[in-house]
């Protein structure tokens, strides 16, 4: 049983459009960690959040505590957005869980 | 700053050998995580090190292990591999547990 579901597995977006990328976990968390890992393997930590809402530049993530939920979004996505995105979960017991990754790809 | 740096990036071996990795962080950082990544399982946590103490531990068989040197870098071991062992090995650091800073992987295969 995964403990952190990811959603969708796959999306293609045309350049320009509005991006929601959904996680949902099952116990309580001490934070919630988005990832953006492009071709060749290189990941990037994008944001840590145990609470609310964070911004960076375009890209916007949220959790809802209550709900076990997180979501990503992407405003005016460019082609160079395409890449994996992944959730990873630290629960209080402190043991690291991933989602399965969602693969970005946005048409120009 | 040097970023994450992982050694070596490529490696292959038989089944049955033993291999090592090393990890140095982020110089002043002194948490390290290992992960292994394949296409099967995606992206899994194998341990984290923090003051040369093993912190936390993912569910992983013994043949797997890790250790921290005093100047925070990390390596870590597998014995006896397996075919399934072949995957991407991630380490990530962190400065008081926030924000994971990755390494490029070492890409281990398996023969």
């Known amino acids: 049983k995964n403990e952190v579901e990811q959603s969708p597995q796959n999306l293609t977006a045309q350049e320009g459009e509005f991006i929601t990328i959904n996680c949902s976990y099952s116990?309580?968390?001490?934070?919630l960690h988005w990832l953006q890992q492009h071709p060749g393997g290189g990941i990037v930590s994008l944001f840590m959040?145990?609470?609310g809402k964070k911004k960076h530049g375009r890209l916007i993530a949220t959790i809802n505590i209550q709900e076990k939920h997180s979501s990503l979004h992407i405003t005016a996505s460019h082609p160079r957005d395409s890449a994996v995105y992944i959730c990873a979960v630290r629960f209080t017991g402190n043991q690291f869980y991933f989602g399965t990754g969602t693969s970005l790809t946005v048409i120009p | 700053k040097a970023g994450v740096t992982q050694t070596p990036r490529y490696l292959i071996k038989t089944r049955g050998q033993q291999v090592t990795l090393s990890c140095s962080p982020i110089?002043?950082?002194?948490?390290v995580s290992w992960y292994q990544q394949t296409p099967g399982q995606g992206l899994q946590f194998l341990f984290e090190?923090?003051?040369?103490?093993?912190?936390n531990k993912g569910n992983f068989p013994g043949r797997f292990s890790g250790r921290q040197f005093s100047n925070s870098r990390s390596e870590m071991n597998v014995s006896t591999l397996e075919l399934g062992d072949s995957a991407l090995y991630l380490c990530?650091?962190?400065?008081?547990?926030?924000?994971?800073?990755f390494g490029p992987g070492t890409r281990l295969t398996v023969l």
């Open positions: 990530a650091s962190t400065l008081g547990g926030f924000e994971q800073f």
């Open positions: 116990v309580g968390i001490s934070a």
């Open positions: 959040l145990s609470s």
């Open positions: 110089s002043g950082h002194r948490s």
């Open positions: 090190y923090f003051s040369e103490t093993q912190r």
